[in-house]
Antibody, heavy 124, light 110 residues
Framework: EVQLLESGGGLVQPGGSLRLSCAAS????????MIWVRQAPGKGLEWVSG????????????YYADSVKGRFTISRDNSKNTLYLQMNSLRAEDTALYFC?????????????WGQGTLVTVSS | QSVLTQPPSVSAAPGQKVTISCSGS????????VSWYQQLPGTAPKLLIY???KRPSGIPDRFSGSKSGTSATLGITGLQTGDEADYYC???????????FGPGTKVTVL
């Protein structure tokens, strides 16, 4: 059974940093694309970032929404089956529930399996 | 503002059918697969449809997807009270080099 468990959320001041983690189990982590999606309180889904799986000519390629480009960095440690999102220069508008999700394949286009999310609050 | 457009809400009586449209452009829907997600209140999203019209295992055939040009449609037949949720379309956008979600459609069972 595919399981994804996010952690690392919390309260941070504007301009601060936070690193989210997503521990994966139940599948060959390195083979799949992984994504981060966020949802601000009472709002819709926003795709944040994605990183491709290893079995691909684009292995490890990363992609970002314009709203986080240059501030957030997605990475993965295939030896630890863990996905990360390093978030710097945080703003109030980054406040949201952050989900990690696994793609159907090596791509970063389909959230086939989702975690329950970790809440990030940016406030002074 | 999303590059994809969905109606804010749709409603129908139990047992009836609803359709949800997702409108985009040549840089997204017209040239990339569309997925549909269901988000029940207080839960994580769930994949309903991928690659325009395919259902993951466990998704009933009451849910269907179609696409034509720059628009996609999610259909739900035999509407049930348990189908009350927010529904999102999503696809890759070649101009943005990023995935985009529609704004979401709230389905209400009357």
């Amino acid at each position: 059974e595919v399981q994804l468990l996010e952690s690392g959320g919390g309260l941070v001041q504007p301009g601060g940093s936070l690193r989210l983690s997503c521990a994966a189990s139940g599948f060959t982590f390195s083979s799949y694309g992984m994504i981060w999606v966020r949802q601000a309180p009472g709002k819709g889904l926003e795709w944040v970032s994605g990183i491709r799986g290893r079995v691909s000519v684009l292995s490890g390629s990363t992609y970002y929404a314009d709203s986080v480009k240059g501030r957030f960095t997605i990475s993965r440690d295939n030896s630890k089956n863990t996905l990360y999102l390093q978030m710097n220069s945080l703003r109030a508008e980054d406040t949201a529930l952050y989900f990690c999700a696994r793609d159907l394949s090596t791509a970063v286009t389909t959230g086939a399996h989702w975690g329950q999310g970790t809440l990030v609050t940016v406030s002074s | 503002q999303s590059v994809l457009t969905q109606p804010p809400s749709v409603s129908a009586a139990p047992g009836q059918k609803v359709t949800i449209s997702c409108s985009g452009s040549g840089s997204n829907i017209d040239n990339n697969y569309v997925s549909w997600y269901q988000q029940l209140p207080g839960t994580a999203p769930k994949l309903l449809i991928y690659e325009d019209n395919k259902r993951p295992s466990g998704i009933p055939d009451r849910f269907s997807g179609s696409k034509s040009g720059t628009s996609a449609t999610l259909g739900i037949t035999g509407l049930q009270t348990g189908d009350e949720a927010d529904y999102y379309c999503g696809t890759w956008d070649n101009s943005l080099s990023a995935y985009v979600f529609g704004p979401g459609t709230k389905v209400t069972v009357l």
